[in-house]
């Protein structure tokens, strides 16, 4: 099968970073460097090794979120936090 994309050197770097035993995570790039798609990766990764687990993608606008991680392939978003104000 070949290849679908392959991790940049800087993303390998963030998934080696949030299989560590680091709590906290800050990512830092310029727009569409692929730090949202990294992190979709590695959190669906964890997911399936955590049956039962739940877990999010959060942002202050839903607009964020979907600009960012829904239109991945694969990933779906959807909004079930409250408005706000």
């Known amino acids: 099968m070949p290849d679908v994309?392959?991790?940049t050197e800087a993303q390998k770097?963030?998934?080696a970073a949030a299989g560590g035993a680091a709590v906290h995570l800050l990512?830092?790039?310029g727009s569409r460097s692929g730090k949202s798609f990294a992190l979709c990766c590695a959190?669906?990764?964890r997911?399936?090794?955590s049956p039962g687990s739940?877990?999010?993608v959060v942002r202050r606008?839903?607009?964020a979120v979907h600009a960012s991680?829904?239109?991945a392939r694969g990933c779906s978003a959807s909004r079930t936090a409250p408005r706000s104000g």
Do not use: D, I, M, P
Request: charged fraction near 15%; aromatic fraction near 20%; charge should be positive.
């Open 43 to 45: 959190l669906v990764v």
């Open 54 to 56: 739940r877990h999010a």
């Open 69 to 71: 991680t829904a239109k």
């Open 47 to 49: 997911a399936l090794k």
């Open 5 to 7: 994309f392959r991790y």
């Open 27 to 29: 990512l830092y790039g």
């Open 13 to 15: 770097q963030a998934l």
């Open 61 to 63: 606008y839903f607009s």
